[in-house]
């Protein structure tokens, strides 16, 4: 059974850092791309960082620069690390795995998913 767990969200004030990770379990994770989604309240999902299998990585434009996605194989493990955050970035962040797939950042390339956590940034 695939399991996907994140963890590390929370509140933070504009400008402040946050570290979410990804732990998971039930299968091979270096044969996996994985990539992290979220989805703000009465809006659609949408990609935010990926990282394929060979280490490519894939940004939404409006992170680029201020995100960082890393994965450690050795522990099955995905992070994002969240920089200069803002207001816009609130939402409900979910990790997601795909066999091996690239690092495309849109949710039909995933066919595992984690329950999410929740991050909120106050002006």
């Known amino acids: 059974q695939v399991q996907l767990v994140e963890s590390g969200g929370g509140s933070v004030q504009a400008g402040g850092s946050l570290r979410l990770s990804c732990a998971a379990s039930?299968?091979?994770?270096?044969?996996?791309?994985v990539a992290w989604f979220r989805q703000p309240p009465g809006k659609e999902r949408e990609g935010v960082a990926a990282?394929?299998?060979?280490?490519?990585?894939s940004y939404l434009d409006s992170v680029a620069g201020r995100f960082a996605v890393s994965r450690d194989n050795a522990k099955s493990t995905l992070y994002l690390q969240m920089n200069s955050l803002k207001p816009e970035d609130s939402a409900m962040y979910y990790c997601?795995?795909?066999?091996?797939?690239?690092?495309?950042?849109?949710?039909?390339?995933?066919?595992?998913w984690g329950q999410g956590t929740q991050v909120t940034v106050s002006s």
């Open positions: 990282v394929s299998t060979d280490g490519l990585t």
């Open positions: 039930g299968l091979t994770f270096i044969k996996h791309s």
């Open positions: 997601a795995a795909g066999f091996l797939g690239g690092n495309r950042l849109t949710p039909g390339a995933y066919a595992y």
